[in-house]
């Protein structure tokens, strides 16, 4: 595994994308996602110039976190239990999987408590798939207005995990719908998110030619996971 050479090459290909869409790559984020790898693994994707990373369970990302380099910067990405809220509070600068208000509120509780704001983004599973997580896009909507009045959480844009598929051109259109979603939740807030986390190793240059404000790749930078989350 050659960490600098594979994320030479994401960049490359982040770079032609955003040439493709007309965009800067400054507006696009490279988060690795280092679920399944160990801190050493984490350590070395820091010397290489990456400081965002993702996890996907809480349990395994405290360990990792008190492992790693305080440079490191925490995001969850994966689905969170209500019991594991105080935590997550505590050991990430940002929750991508807020998918319920009851959620939001444990969330908001904790944050409360902590005397922080909390950024958040909002899970949506916009293609309805049984197996995932995430809001479907009719309920977020609804209750928008009731998650925006959390004082201590914070709601800068939306999170999906697109549907798996070997051509990643099947899922341009999730993507899109997405990016409308996102104009939609502004229009009714009356205020700009600005953030739109979506595209994965197998995904992520069509996200982008769609908006995507932040990637969220694992297998590309680090190879197979070595320890398969159960996630
Ligand atoms: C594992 C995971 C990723 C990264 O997936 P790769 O295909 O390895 O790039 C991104 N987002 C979420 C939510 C994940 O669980």
Redesign the pocket.
């Known amino acids: 595994m050659d960490i600098e050479a594979n994320l030479a090459a994401i960049r490359s290909r982040i770079d032609a994308a955003c040439e493709r869409a007309g965009r800067n790559p400054s507006e696009v984020t490279l988060m690795a996602?280092s679920?399944g790898q160990s801190a050493s693994t984490v350590e070395g994707a820091l010397a290489a110039g990456l400081t965002l990373f993702?996890e996907?369970r809480v349990q395994e990302a405290k360990i990792k976190i008190s492992q790693c380099s305080n440079r490191c910067r925490w995001q969850l990405?994966?689905h969170l239990q209500s019991n594991k809220c105080r935590d997550a509070v505590h050991f990430f600068e940002k929750i991508q999987s807020v998918d319920s208000l009851d959620l939001a509120r444990e969330l908001n509780k904790f944050a409360d408590k902590s005397a922080k704001n909390l950024p958040i983004l909002l899970e949506v599973n916009m293609a309805k798939e049984a197996s995932k997580f995430g809001y479907d896009p009719e309920l977020l909507l609804q209750e928008l207005e009731d998650l925006n009045r959390l004082t201590k959480i914070e709601i800068m844009g939306l999170m999906t995990?697109a549907p798996w598929s070997p051509e990643p051109e099947k899922v341009r259109p999730i993507f899109r719908q997405m990016k409308e979603l996102l104009d939609q939740c502004s229009a009714k807030l009356g205020a700009p998110l600005t953030e739109l986390s979506m595209g994965?190793?197998?995904d992520f240059e069509v996200a982008i030619e769609e908006g995507a404000t932040l990637v969220?790749?694992?297998?590309?930078l680090f190879g197979a996971r070595p320890l398969p989350p159960k996630n």
């Open positions: 996602v679920k993702g996907n990405i994966g995990v994965m190793s197998g969220r790749i694992g297998t590309a």
